[in-house]
Nanobody, 119 residues
Framework: VQLVESGGGLVQAGGSLRLSCAAS????????MGWYRQSPGKQRELVAG???????TYGASVKGRFTISRDNAKNTMYLQMNSLKPEDTAVYYC??????????????WGQGTQVTVSS
């Protein structure tokens, strides 16, 4: 299973970005998907997660500013990031957990996309 992120870049504080994660595979609707981020010297942290049925969870620092969504017909997950802050600067990673009912069960990571928020 391949995960390919896109949409990162440089934005001023207060601005917005939309990240996308395109996944391979024929049973995307059962993947539990998530966005993580990691900045230098810090551990990778969960930003937001979404189940196959659309249930969502958010990290405390992004709640109310970021929105995670998915389009199962397009095998794609999104992260809409609004009101960005300099502390949101990090490499953002797409993650998938595929349940044992799938031949491709396991955990997968994308290559990451850089998000830089200038003050």
């Amino acid at each position: 299973v391949q995960l390919v992120e896109s949409g990162g870049g440089l934005v001023q504080a207060g601005g917005s970005l939309r990240l996308s994660c395109a996944a391979s595979g024929s049973d995307f609707s059962i993947y539990v998907m998530g966005w993580y981020r990691q900045s230098p010297g810090k551990q990778r942290e969960l930003v937001a997660g979404i189940s196959g049925g659309g249930l969502t969870t958010y990290g405390a620092s992004v709640k109310g500013r970021f929105t995670i969504s998915r389009d199962n017909a397009k095998n794609t997950m999104y992260l809409q990031m609004n009101s960005l802050k300099p502390e949101d600067t990090a490499v953002y990673y797409c993650h998938a957990t595929i349940p044992p009912t799938s031949f491709y069960s396991g955990d997968y990571w994308g290559q990451g996309t850089q998000v830089t928020v200038s003050s």
